[in-house]
């Protein structure tokens, strides 16, 4: 492709993420002919490896996690051929010398000064001390030509992201500062602009007059895994809720922006986290709730409640599970309640957005009061499945006049056969060319934490709590059905 000559350096490439997700995202991008001709492929981390253990590890990992299945050794040897490990100390400077030599090495080689990309997949104490160094290496290419990806969790509250937003705008410009939400970046979510401003049909309906109530659920029915250093000191809110499940919400309630822009884009989305009704004691006590989960059964094997997780104060208090009321103050959602909830142990993996129509205003077939009435509904299901259903009434076949719900559904894997890419691909090629749009702008991620510091201080500051409340392998809380059950609504799930 047309792409100009690419370095990529992953800080934490011996981590998780980078065998995971970084590592299978550039190599299906790879095998899609999406890398540019000329790139390399940096790893940076302390551990012991030359480049070819280096790349056995990565090939495992591809081999486990890569949508692609198991890696064709002709293509991954192409592949990784481009692939090169810096065993490094990311907070000496010589790190940075070694660096700045691969890329100058690279830009004369290439005859052009190469677009370098920096991604931080490292703890957030070393954000600091890497951005500073990156900051400074000599760029050949100017600073159009250098970017730096910034992984979650971008600061663990308000004060602490703005001091981060600070420092990297002191040594960045803003557009060379990408902050990754991978939710943005999943095909599903993607679809949800698409969906609402390349249809004429939408629209007009997609407000307080015709649109009773909306749900945004993103269950996960693993626990914690083996990240309870991290997340103890998180907890749901943190993890979920102040990123991705805020940003699916701004996608479903933003303005229509002028056009397919990144700052056009991001300003409707950093609208919508500015007219969200703030939360005064009275509405922490009654619009959001958390909950923990206990030890129970899952699929026939016994699991460990999160205070008998490795890694986890067993009097530990951080929430693995939250649900919240959030009003929108905004012509378009005066009134109109936003129940979002996201868990972890919980009855099923699923993200999904349902939205639900008002009532038709005059009923006029008898089975309108019948339990079987279902007010229109829009479906919008993430994963696993991806899909949207609009729910409508049809009458049923026969001589009475009986209605039911029926779904008339757009289902991705019928209509195209060939899988999605993976959130990360579509993000790190978007990073490559310059497109930011589905990254975070630093006035949206301030915004995020604006809105819940109110929550974070008061729930910090009332530990007595009756944790765990939730056995595994359930809906959570009854706390969170009691959330939405009082204004008449129950959370959706998928069948
Ligand atoms: C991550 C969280 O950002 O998202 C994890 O740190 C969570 O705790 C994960 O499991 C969920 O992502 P996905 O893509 O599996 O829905």
């Known amino acids: 492709n047309e792409q100009k000559p690419t370095i990529f350096t992953i800080f934490g490439g011996t981590g998780d993420l980078a065998a995971r997700k970084l590592i299978p995202a550039l190599y299906n991008l790879f095998l899609d002919g999406y890398m540019p001709k000329e790139f390399t492929i940096v790893g940076l981390g302390r551990t012991e490896y030359n480049d070819e253990s280096y790349?056995?590890?990565?090939?495992?990992?591809?081999?486990?996690?890569?949508?692609?299945?198991?890696?064709?050794?002709?293509?991954?040897?192409?592949?990784?051929?481009?692939?090169?490990?810096?065993?490094?100390?990311?907070?000496?400077?010589?790190?940075?010398?070694?660096?700045?030599?691969?890329?100058?090495?690279?830009?004369?080689?290439?005859?052009?000064?190469?677009?370098?990309?920096?991604?931080?997949?490292?703890?957030?104490?070393?954000?600091?001390?890497?951005?500073?160094?990156?900051s400074k290496i000599k760029m050949a290419g100017?600073?159009?030509?250098?970017?730096?990806?910034?992984?979650?969790?971008?600061?663990?509250?308000?004060?602490?992201?703005?001091?981060?937003?600070?420092?990297?705008?002191?040594?960045?410009?803003?557009?060379?500062?990408?902050?990754?939400?991978?939710?943005?970046?999943?095909?599903?979510?993607?679809?949800?602009?698409?969906?609402r401003f390349a249809n004429a049909l939408f629209e007009p309906i997609w407000n307080r007059n015709f649109i009773e109530h909306v749900q945004i659920s993103v269950t996960e029915d693993i626990g914690i895994e083996d990240r309870g250093g991290y997340y103890d000191g998180s907890g749901a809110l943190r993890d979920m809720l102040q990123n991705h499940i805020l940003q699916v919400l701004c996608l479903v309630a933003m303005e229509p922006p002028v056009s397919f822009n990144a700052d056009e884009v991001r300003n409707r989305r950093v609208d919508v986290l500015k007219?969200?009704?703030?939360?005064?004691?009275?509405?922490?006590?009654?619009?959001?709730?958390?909950?923990?989960?206990?030890g129970g059964w899952v699929g026939g094997k016994e699991v460990n409640g999160y205070r008998e997780e490795k890694g986890v104060d067993p009097n530990s208090n951080t929430e693995t599970f939250c649900a919240?009321?959030?009003?929108?103050?905004?012509?378009?959602?005066?009134?109109?309640?936003?129940?979002?909830?996201?868990?972890?142990?919980?009855?099923?993996?699923?993200?999904?957005?349902?939205?639900?129509?008002?009532?038709?205003?005059?009923?006029?077939?008898?089975?309108?009061?019948?339990?079987n009435w279902q007010q229109n509904r829009l479906i919008i299901s993430i994963q696993p499945e991806m899909s949207?259903?609009?729910?409508?009434?049809?009458?049923?076949?026969?001589?009475?006049?009986?209605?039911?719900?029926?779904?008339?559904?757009?289902?991705?894997?019928?209509?195209?056969?060939?899988?999605?890419p993976e959130a990360y691909e579509t993000l790190l090629l978007d990073a490559m060319?310059?497109?930011?749009?589905?990254?975070?702008?630093?006035?949206?991620?301030?915004?995020?934490?604006?809105?819940?510091?109110p929550v974070i201080d008061n729930w910090e500051g009332r530990k007595s709590l009756n944790f765990p409340n939730y056995p595994a392998d359930s809906w959570g809380p009854e706390i969170a059905e009691a959330l939405i059950a009082k204004d008449g609504f129950h959370w959706f799930t998928m069948p």
């Not at 007219?275 to 206990?294: D, L, S």
């Open 55 to 134: 790349k056995e590890v990565l090939l495992d990992g591809l081999n486990k996690y890569s949508r692609s299945g198991v890696a064709d050794p002709a293509k991954w040897g192409e592949f990784s051929s481009n692939i090169i490990y810096l065993q490094s100390d990311a907070s000496k400077e010589k790190t940075y010398k070694d660096l700045e030599q691969i890329i100058a090495d690279r830009d004369e080689q290439w005859a052009e000064a190469a677009t370098v990309i920096h991604y931080l997949s490292v703890a957030p104490q070393f954000f600091p001390v890497i951005s500073e160094y990156i």
């Open 142 to 195: 100017g600073k159009e030509k250098c970017r730096i990806v910034i992984e979650k969790p971008f600061g663990r509250d308000l004060e602490t992201a703005k001091e981060l937003n600070e420092l990297l705008q002191s040594l960045f410009d803003e557009s060379q500062i990408y902050r990754i939400d991978h939710y943005l970046g999943k095909e599903t979510v993607q679809n949800m602009m698409a969906f």
């Open 275 to 294: 007219a969200i009704r703030r939360f005064g004691p009275e509405e922490v006590k009654h619009n959001a709730v958390r909950g923990q989960y206990a």
């Open 324 to 371: 919240f009321k959030f009003f929108i103050d905004n012509w378009r959602w005066q009134n109109v309640p936003f129940y979002v909830r996201t868990g972890k142990r919980m009855h099923q993996k699923s993200s999904v957005i349902s939205i639900q129509f008002k009532d038709v205003p005059h009923p006029i077939f008898p089975s309108h009061a019948s339990e």
């Open 388 to 420: 949207i259903r609009l729910q409508v009434q049809a009458k049923r076949p026969g001589l009475d006049m009986i209605l039911n719900p029926v779904d008339m559904v757009f289902d991705y894997d019928g209509t195209y056969p060939k899988e999605s």
């Open 433 to 453: 060319e310059g497109d930011q749009t589905l990254f975070m702008r630093g006035d949206q991620v301030e915004a995020a934490w604006e809105l819940l510091m």
